[in-house]
């Protein structure tokens, strides 16, 4: 396993402002658990000599050092002599050593934006099962997918507006697959990556894993992209790829007009770059604008640009199919599936039998998701108003998430204290890189009412022990719930 290494300038930049009124200790150990239990400081990550961290945050070494025991004593740290200290999770995660006997029971974890298991799936698997015996023969470690899902995904971007053969369709292991093995394929060492900001982490880690320098573009929730910012980023920078999201895009839940997908295109096609377009939960419509009232995915159409589209039935389905795809023209189908084998060694027959099974239901699928996503976020919505009053909570048209502002740079503090008392978010700079959307808290709306109505109590409770300022109590101060 590569250990990797994370240097003091890094660090400072992911703390972010960690100063929180407690001891200069208890302040660096608390932001430090944060960025581990959220994944921003990956398990397995060297952190930095205790000397070097101190001088770059201006604190003793002593304060380092009485941090790190802290956090070793906790079990997220594992020091070893000569190999300095490494990030680690202990056993429960969300209780202290001290208090491991209690840890919090029902917790409730609104990290990942996804619904539940569509009704319809149970019986599908059902009759993939009994359909295996006649694709066991003939099929086993299938790279590039079964003939007839590949149709069928192919019909149905031709039925949307976009007309697809069957071979130009990769069938993957859901949409986070396609994201990488793309990566992979069309990023060099260097190369320059458009990404938006915020964007969808893991679509930035296989991005960054694969060697990007990346172009950020900013997207925000009212105002979505800025088509000039987006044209100058193209010309300035020449880049080798774009990864965007322009429907209902995670965690903005913003959507392109159809003008600045024209441009976008465009400013691609000056510049030989690939777009990659992710419409991964593009089809989450609870009440698009009138001016584009159905789903149509990208093409180029006369832009000359050249467009990859990404698919998946993990966000509108089920997310434990792990089912997804690739739309690219067939020599990069080639190469995806010649790039393939070093990662895995093809896509499971009996789930892919089971989503051909589901492709027919898909339409009457999503407009159940539509009602139980409109339910959710209207209700998400008047409690966040309720609330949190001094919030700013844009309203979404579909999508998975709101963007919630909040006012002041607190969110990996507030879910900090929010852990404490059964509730685990994914903070704002979850969604950027350096730091950046602490003012920000992406609110899933993927949830039943009833849980996001205790998921909000628990939220508004911590949010009343930070003080909703910079200076709030311990983290432990809070009551166990
Ligand atoms: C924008 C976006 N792309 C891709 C994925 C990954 O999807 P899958 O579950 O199909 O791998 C997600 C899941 O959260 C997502 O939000």
């Not at 060297?46 to 101190?54: F, Q």
């Not at 949830?447 to 709030?472: F, K």
């Amino acid at each position: 396993m590569t250990v990797r290494r994370l240097g003091a300038a890094s660090l400072e930049s992911l703390l972010g402002e960690w100063r929180n009124g407690g001891t200069a200790n208890e302040d660096l150990a608390d932001r430090l658990r944060l960025l581990m239990l959220d994944g921003r400081i990956p398990v397995g990550t060297r952190l930095p000599a205790e000397r070097e961290l101190a001088s770059r945050l201006a604190v003793s070494r002593t304060t380092v050092a009485a941090t790190y025991k802290r956090l070793r004593d906790d079990g997220y740290v594992a020091s070893q002599q000569g190999s300095g200290s490494e990030a680690r999770l202990p056993r429960h995660p969300f209780a202290r050593a001290d208090d491991a006997a209690s840890p919090v029971l029902d917790t409730i974890d609104l990290t990942k934006a996804a619904m539940p298991c569509a009704p319809q799936v149970g019986p599908a698997v059902l009759r993939a099962a009994e359909q295996l015996p006649r694709f066991a023969a003939d099929w086993d470690y299938d790279a590039v997918g079964l003939p007839h899902l590949r149709q069928a995904i192919a019909d149905r971007y031709t039925a949307q507006g976009l007309p697809t053969e069957a071979d130009e369709i990769m069938v993957t292991i859901g949409a986070q697959h396609a994201i990488g093995l793309l990566s992979r394929v069309l990023v060099s060492r260097g190369d320059r990556v458009v990404i938006e900001t915020p964007t969808y982490p893991h679509a930035q880690r296989a991005l960054l894993e694969a060697g990007a320098r990346f172009v950020p573009i900013s997207v925000t929730a009212e105002d979505g992209w800025d088509a000039e910012a987006l044209e100058h980023a193209f010309e300035r920078t020449s880049p080798q790829l774009a990864y965007v999201m322009p429907d209902f895009h995670n965690p903005t839940g913003a959507s392109m007009s159809p003008a600045v997908r024209d441009r976008l295109l465009r400013a691609a096609a000056r510049q030989g770059t690939t777009v990659l377009v992710d419409e991964t939960t593009a089809e989450l419509d609870i009440d698009r604008d009138g001016a584009r009232s159905r789903f149509i995915p990208v093409s180029a159409g006369d832009t000359g640009a050249s467009v990859v589209n990404i698919g998946s039935i993990g966000k509108t389905v089920w997310g434990g199919l792990r089912i997804g795809w690739i739309r690219a023209d067939r020599p990069l189908i080639a190469r995806l599936v010649a790039a393939r084998t070093s990662l895995d060694l093809g896509t499971p027959i009996l789930e892919q039998l089971a989503v051909a099974e589901l492709l027919p239901e898909l339409d009457e699928i999503i407009a159940a998701r539509r009602v139980q996503l409109r339910r959710s976020r209207d209700r998400v919505e008047e409690l966040l108003a309720e609330r949190f009053p001094s919030w700013h909570v844009p309203h979404v048209p579909g999508g998975l998430a709101i963007w919630a502002g909040l006012g002041q740079p607190v969110s990996s503090a507030l879910t900090l204290t929010a852990r404490t008392n059964g509730l685990i978010m994914a903070a704002g700079p979850w969604f950027g890189s350096d730091g950046a959307f602490e003012r920000f808290l992406r609110v899933p709306i993927t949830y039943p009412v009833d849980t996001l109505e205790r998921a909000v109590d628990r939220l508004h409770a911590a949010w009343l022990a930070i003080g909703g300022t910079r200076h709030q109590p311990r983290m432990l101060a809070t009551t166990l719930v």
